[in-house]
């Protein structure tokens, strides 16, 4: 038989007087069985803190954040690792409806399965009334008998999939001394240009920001009146690109360095709120084809990012975000929704709460306070709440790991995707290579 891969059927290797099995990744000694739900797998004896057959890998884990992304860019509720009420089955992804019911189940399914496990494990989301869809990265004989789905790895798509198709867009400030570049001219516009011919060129002329003369007309200018800044004019010109090298996020690209129009904003205003002399702001949107109302969006959406600055530093500081140190992925996403939660109830308090001030801060109309403000009164409401958990006795803690002696059950360590430093051209990559 072909199902376990090695040519042996199951009753070959399991119970079986004498057999001795070793994983193929790290060499240890791993035992057949069957759990209480029928499932047939491996386990090992002593579990390895680096085999990526023990420990879910790299692979599985992002295979399953794209599917959560997947769901909730479709514009449903997708939730991480979900067990039914019955402990029967345990999705890697569960999706809601809008009545919160769950009705579809996706799994990431990388590791070696036989037909008759993929069909059981079918059978269970089947009797709870949930559908079930199995992902994986290479062709398996289970993919003929549940429903299934065959994606690409994601090591062969490199990050930019996860932007593909989605409706994102990149907006940032741009230094005032910078050099980008306009749109190349067509073949024909260039042969009339130069009749004795040569290589149409891949970018078209310099746009110096701080010379007005290289501007030309831009393709929409606005003007609006505000409380804040006086009146704000702001002009955008279409299909503006800068002239990518290969160097610091392009440094390890192969090929050729692709073209990336985008709008470029400058945007004027006649006075600044503290006071000063007000400079022009340099925007540059990934977005094409922006009218005027569309380029007045993104300003204004530029001056409003402070809002979310403070957003992050009250679920920091004030919330505890980042307070727990959380082992899996899956605890800190669940966490996240817990602090977005206690956020939104303290949004939606701010008719009941009274005004607690700070000497130095400045009163606030009835019904806008901040969410910071509204959870000082928590310490008001706190005495008449009733405590859910019983009072803590006085216990000592225990001995702990004895001294000297080795962690032997180290925590799973999670790539986060970071470096120290990066190379920021190609003879410092040179350099820095052993």
């Not at 029928?38 to 399953?64: I, M, T």
């Not at 996860?162 to 570049?181: H, K």
């Amino acid at each position: 038989m072909d199902d376990l891969g090695c040519g042996r059927a199951w009753s070959d290797v399991h119970r079986v007087t004498g057999m001795e099995l070793t994983c193929p990744q790290c060499q240890g000694r791993i035992f057949a069985r069957i759990s209480q739900h029928g499932l047939r797998h491996f386990y090992h004896q002593v579990r390895p803190p680096d085999c990526v057959l023990a420990n879910e890998s790299p692979e599985h884990h992002l295979l399953k954040l794209e599917l959560a992304m997947v769901g909730r860019t479709a514009g449903w509720r997708a939730e991480l690792e979900v067990s039914s009420q019955t402990g029967d089955w345990r999705a890697d992804v569960l999706v809601y409806d809008e009545q919160c019911r769950p009705f579809m189940a996706l799994e990431a399914q990388l590791s070696p399965m036989t037909p008759d496990d993929a069909q059981l494990r079918t059978n269970r989301y089947t009797r709870d009334g949930v559908a079930v869809c199995w992902i994986g990265l290479e062709q398996r004989p289970w993919q003929r008998a549940v429903p299934s789905l065959l994606v690409r790895s994601p090591k062969e798509r490199g990050m930019a999939h996860l932007l593909r198709g989605l409706p994102v867009e990149a907006l940032g400030r741009m230094r005032t001394d910078r050099v980008m570049r306009r749109p190349a001219p067509s073949r024909k516009e260039y042969y009339l240009a130069h009749p004795r011919g040569g290589h149409p060129p891949k970018h078209g002329g310099a746009f110096r920001f701080a010379k007005p003369e290289t501007w030309g007309e831009p393709d929409s200018a606005t003007a609006q009146v505000t409380d804040r800044y006086g009146t704000a004019r702001a002009m955008a010109w279409g299909r503006i690109h800068p002239r990518l090298t290969t160097r610091s996020a392009w440094i390890d690209h192969t090929g050729e360095l692709p073209v990336i129009e985008g709008t470029l904003v400058r945007l004027q205003v006649d006075r600044l709120p503290g006071g000063g002399g007000p400079l022009p702001l340099w925007l540059w949107s990934s977005a094409t084809g922006l009218t005027g109302e569309d380029v007045d969006v993104r300003w204004q959406a530029f001056l409003r990012r402070f809002d979310l600055e403070h957003t992050f530093r009250l679920m920091k500081q004030t919330l505890g975000w980042t307070r727990p140190k959380l082992r899996t992925p899956e605890a800190g996403e669940r966490w996240t929704w817990i602090v977005i939660a206690a956020h939104t109830q303290l949004r939606l308090l701010r008719q009941a709460a009274t005004d607690l001030r700070r000497p130095w801060e400045k009163p606030a109309e009835p019904g806008r306070l901040t969410p910071a403000r509204v959870r000082r009164g928590f310490r008001n409401l706190r005495p008449h709440l009733l405590c859910p958990a019983r009072a803590p006795k006085p216990s000592t803690p225990g001995p702990g790991r004895p001294l000297g002696s080795k962690n032997r059950r180290p925590a799973t360590h999670y790539d986060v995707g970071k470096t120290v430093k990066r190379p920021e051209s190609i003879t410092e990559r040179g350099r820095l290579r052993p």
